[in-house]
Structures are given as structure tokens and as C-alpha cells.
């Protein structure tokens, strides 16, 4: 399995950004898939963004499209997620998952998790 280490959250007030960097280990990520999801209290968690390690194909929720990025730096095995433009419903936990079969809309799936980190965005 990947080790996966996030880090980056915080609080930040409506309309500013963030990035969230999410450091992997263990596994050369060659065949992997890195996504973000994340989770609001009392809610599911939820499919953000994945990008697919070779190559560097990306999917976006449509709830983060065109605010959000992701990307990676191969040297550093580091994903990133940039966030602009942040509304107080992106307030959650955001977790980095990794997974060898692809990218995935259900956090099932995923075989690899962070331990998240907190994101808080005030009105």
C-alpha cells in the first residue's frame, strides 16, 4: 500500500485559497491514481478531483470545476490541490486517497488513505 501524508488545511475566510499538498510513500505511483475527497460533518465523503499519475488526466467534481486544481510534482511523489475562490460549503476534512485501478467516483474503492486535514472556510 501507498503511505499517504496530507498537509496544508486550515481557516480561511470566503473568496481566498488554499493548497493542500499530500505526500506519498511506499509504492512507485507510476500506476497509480491520486484523488481528493473530502467530508463535511454529518455528511458522506465525497469525490473532488483524482488525477492519474501517468499521463496526468484529471477529473473534477462539478462542484469544485473551476475553482479547484489538481496537480503533482513526480520528483517530490507530492499531489497538490489548490483551492480558489473558497465558499463556506467546501468547509470539511479533505482526505488524499490512492489507488492502483484507476480513479473512481466512490471513496469504496480507494485502497490507500491520508489522514486528512481540516479545511474551514468562514463567512
Known amino acids: 500500500q501507498v503511505q499517504l501524508v496530507e498537509s496544508g488545511g486550515g481557516l480561511v475566510q470566503a473568496g481566498g485559497s488554499l493548497r493542500l499538498s499530500c505526500a506519498a510513500s511506499g509504492r512507485t505511483l507510476a500506476t497509480y491514481a491520486m484523488g481528493w475527497f473530502r467530508q463535511a460533518p454529518g455528511q458522506e465523503r465525497e469525490f473532488a478531483l483524482a488525477?492519474?499519475?501517468?499521463?496526468?488526466?484529471?477529473y473534477y467534481a462539478d462542484s469544485v470545476k473551476g475553482r479547484f486544481t489538481i496537480s503533482k510534482d513526480n520528483a517530490k511523489n507530492t499531489v497538490y490541490l489548490q483551492m480558489n475562490s473558497l465558499k463556506p460549503e467546501d468547509t470539511a476534512v479533505y482526505y488524499c486517497?490512492?489507488?492502483?485501478?484507476?480513479?473512481?467516483?466512490?471513496?469504496?474503492?480507494?485502497?490507500?488513505w491520508g489522514q486528512g486535514t481540516q479545511v474551514t472556510v468562514s463567512s
Open positions: 488525477i492519474i499519475w501517468s499521463g496526468g488526466n484529471t
Open positions: 486517497a490512492a489507488d492502483s485501478r484507476g480513479t473512481h467516483y466512490s471513496p469504496r474503492y480507494w485502497g490507500s
